[in-house]
Each structure stands twice: as C-alpha cells, then as structure tokens.
C-alpha cells in the first residue's frame, strides 16, 4: 500500500493563478481536493498532515495528522520526499509560511 503524506489538502496549479483572479471561477478548474483523488482514483491511503521524523534503520516515519492530538508511526519499504520549492530571497524560510519546511 502507497501512503501519501501532505501538509496541504489541495492541489493548486499555480501557473493559471492570475487568469482566477480576473475570472473567478477559473478556480475550479485550477484546484481539487488530494483526498478522494489520491484514495478513490489512485487506489493509495492520504494523510493529511506533517511527516515529523523518519527512522531509516527500523522504515519508520512519525507523521501528525492535521486535526489529531496524537503523533502516529507508520512502516515503510520505501519512502520518497518530495518537498517541492519555495524559493524567497528575503526570508530563510522562503515566501510563504503556508509552506512545509524541512528541518
């Protein structure tokens, strides 16, 4: 089973971004929800939340779900991060906050 951890629940394109701005409801067309595509089309388990520490001598990671209070650990046989960019010149931790940052 493939286990998908995310900090956002969406995906954006942001590239068509301006075009919503001027035509609202282009948004639609722009974002979906990563919940019912990731586990009803793909056929993968989405976790909303933050992967807070991976163990790679027991393929671990301790992830925080986004609304529960407590941590969980999950087993993997393979685990790929893929943190995106968030390039900001005038901030150590780039432009937004909105986005996850690797310690």
């Not at 701005?21 to 909303?48: N, Q, S």
């Not at 001598?57 to 650990?73: D, L």
Request: hydrophobic residues 45%; negative net charge; proline residues 5%.
């Amino acid at each position: 089973l493939v286990t998908i951890v995310d900090a956002k629940e969406f995906f954006e394109y942001t590239p068509g971004v301006l075009r919503a701005y001027v035509k609202p409801k282009h948004l639609d067309a722009l974002t979906f929800t990563l919940y019912p595509v990731i586990e009803g089309r793909m056929g993968c388990k989405f976790i909303w939340g933050e992967v807070t520490d991976l163990n790679g001598s027991e393929r671990t990671a301790t992830v925080k779900p986004m609304f529960a209070q407590e941590k969980e650990v999950i087993d993997f046989d393979y685990c790929v991060i893929a943190a995106g960019c968030n390039f900001g010149v005038f901030h150590k931790w780039g432009e937004s906050l909105w986005f996850p940052t690797i310690h």
